[in-house]
């Protein structure tokens, strides 16, 4: 399982960046697809997540309604569209997979980044006041 970030960068404080990542060596409708953020001496976050064929998707609290995660198919490739950005979101962007699970109600999604199995090399996101 191979997976490829891109689409880093610096970028000003409200303006979006878009990032992207791409997945080979698995078959899709058995996996979660999500992005993970790490800043310096913090824990890691799960900021969203995909599951395709029925799945859920996800957002922490701290990036909805502001990020964007969808996947192409054809490119075989799930996206990370940030808009809104802020001095805060400055961390280290990781894009992983792990299995589908089922939550309690029936819902598939990966929110605790310890469920993820596989990870890219990671993408450095910086946003200027």
């Known amino acids: 399982v191979q997976l490829v970030e891109s689409g880093g960068g610096l970028v000003q404080a409200g303006g979006p960046l878009r990032l992207s990542c791409k997945v080979s060596?698995?078959?899709?409708?058995?996996?979660?697809i999500g992005w993970v953020r790490q800043a310096p001496g913090k824990e890691r976050e799960g900021i969203a997540s995909?599951?395709?064929?029925?799945?859920?998707?996800y957002y922490a609290e701290s990036v909805e309604a502001r990020f964007t995660i969808s996947m192409d198919d054809n490119k075989n490739t799930v996206c990370l569209q940030m808009n809104s950005l802020k001095p805060n979101d400055t961390v280290y962007y990781s894009c992983?997979?792990?299995?589908?699970?089922?939550?309690?109600?029936?819902?598939?999604?990966?929110?605790?980044?310890?469920?993820?199995?596989?990870w890219g090399q990671g993408t450095q996101v910086t946003v200027s006041s």
């Open positions: 992983a997979t792990g299995p589908r699970v089922k939550d309690y109600s029936g819902r598939v999604y990966i929110s605790n980044p310890d469920q993820y199995t596989y």
């Open positions: 060596g698995l078959i899709f409708d058995d996996y979660v």
């Open positions: 995909y599951s395709r064929n029925g799945g859920n998707i």
